[in-house]
């Protein structure tokens, strides 16, 4: 079964620190593409970084930044210089050929000012 | 383009009655899913469209949930004879193309409620 696991429900960071959010997934494809996904309290899921399995270089969007390791099927998510609009769920997803979605159960973050 | 659109926003319904939602994607987004979404968990596959096509239905869905998407625009969802363990958050997404790394776009869902 294709699963896709957040060990941590919920953590907290100070504003301009860096968190480091887990995410571990099993599958037995080899060719997948990986996402986090950011829903704020009563808004809308948005994409924050994607990841594809066949790129060894790991995915960067400005302060998003993302860990792969394709052997150990890892796929961390690590935000730099925390801001109060970071304070959301995130939700780590996989999505293989044209298959559908599979999401996380999330991580709640909160950003301590 | 005002990004995926859902319909109604909010829903109450008493145990029993049959509820309806309706999810416009984007605009010549070809795919369409439907996922169900609870309180402090993450969203749950419920079944997806390519145009018309049906493609997957989630064995999590019962045959009280039925879903359609005429002429491959939007898409209706519906739930038969509604049950409390129905209350959720309905999470619909759509994106273009066949491509793995294609952006979802979701929309802002609808939440129903049981009673």
């Known amino acids: 079964a294709q699963t896709v696991t957040q060990s941590q429900p919920e953590m907290s960071v100070q504003e301009a620190e860096t968190v480091t959010l887990s995410c571990t997934y099993d599958t037995s494809e080899s060719d997948y593409y990986l996402f986090w996904y950011k829903q704020p309290p009563s808004r809308q899921m948005i994409l924050v970084i994607r990841q594809e399995a066949y790129k060894q270089q790991n995915a960067t969007e400005n302060r998003f930044s993302v860990n792969f390791q394709k052997a150990a099927k890892s796929f961390s998510l690590k935000i730099s210089d925390s801001q109060l609009g970071d304070a959301a769920m995130y939700f780590c997803?996989?999505?293989?050929?044209?298959?559908?979605?599979?999401f996380g159960k999330g991580t709640r973050l909160h950003i301590l000012p | 383009d005002t990004g995926v659109s859902q319909d109604p926003r909010h829903k109450i319904t008493k145990r029993g009655q049959n509820v309806t939602f309706r999810c416009d994607p984007i605009?010549?987004?070809?795919?369409l899913y439907w996922y169900r979404q609870t309180l402090g968990q993450g969203p749950e596959f419920l079944t997806y469209?390519?145009?018309?096509?049906?493609?997957?239905k989630s064995r999590l869905l019962s045959d009280r949930f039925s879903a359609e998407r005429p002429k491959g625009s939007f898409s209706t969802l519906e739930i038969q004879r509604t049950e409390q363990g129905d209350s959720a958050m309905y999470l619909c997404?759509?994106?273009?193309?066949?491509?793995?790394?294609?952006?979802?776009?979701f929309g802002q869902g609808t939440r129903l409620t049981v009673v």
């Open positions: 605009s010549e987004h070809n795919r």
């Open positions: 997404a759509s994106s273009l193309g066949l491509m793995m790394n294609t952006e979802a776009f």
């Open positions: 469209f390519q145009n018309e096509a049906q493609l997957e």
């Open positions: 997803a996989y999505r293989i050929r044209d298959d559908k979605i599979i």
